[in-house]
Nanobody, 123 residues
């Protein structure tokens, strides 16, 4: 079965940066897209980013566009989320997950999820 393991979460000051990693096992980019979601207590799950492995297109959620960047290392079966200019409202549990991209660039959830890693942005 597909296994996804996130790491790199922690506490960071507003305006700071953090880099998350996701290691995929039993995974093939030919069959799945991989990306990131996040969820804060009392809020709906939000799509952060998704990479279309068929054409390399990468989409980002509106709230993180221009601040977050996803990098994929296919040979190593890893993806990274580089988060810059962090804001307190970015505080959430971040999940690596399989994903899809709709025709209007909406990030759709897939079936496989990691355990999550906590990101806290606070002075």
């Amino acid at each position: 079965q597909v296994q996804l393991v996130e790491s790199g979460g922690g506490l960071v000051q507003p305006g700071g940066s953090l880099r998350l990693s996701c290691k995929a096992s039993e995974f093939d980019f030919r069959y799945y897209n991989l990306g990131w979601f996040r969820q804060a207590p009392g809020k709906e799950r939000e799509g952060v980013s998704c990479i279309d492995s068929d054409d390399g297109n990468t989409v980002y959620g509106k709230s993180v566009k221009g601040r977050f960047t996803v990098l994929a290392a296919g040979a190593e079966k890893m993806i990274y989320l580089q988060m810059n200019s962090l804001k307190p409202e970015d505080t959430a549990i971040y999940y690596c997950a399989t994903c899809g991209i709709s025709s209007d660039d909406t990030i759709m959830p897939g079936a496989y999820w990691g355990q999550g890693t906590q990101v806290t942005v606070s002075p």
